[in-house]
């Protein structure tokens, strides 16, 4: 995956529970990953979860 180049993408910020926090920092550390990239993994699994959601919606209509 990696980390793009400064300036060419948006930054986002958001301020979640300390507990959230820190078990998510352990394991992104445990995994030797930095918080951004085990953030975006769980943003592309999300968004994939969704569609399925969405896409199985769509077919029973």
Known sequence: ?????T???KVM???P?????????QLA???ERTPSDALIEAMHDWIK???REHGAADAAT
Request: charged share 45%; net charge positive.
């Open 29 to 31: 550390d445990a995994e």
């Open 17 to 25: 529970p300390k507990p959230l926090r820190d078990e998510f920092e």
């Open 7 to 9: 300036g060419q993408t």
């Open 49 to 51: 979860k969704k569609r």
């Open 1 to 5: 995956m990696g980390r793009p180049a």
């Open 13 to 15: 910020g958001f301020r």
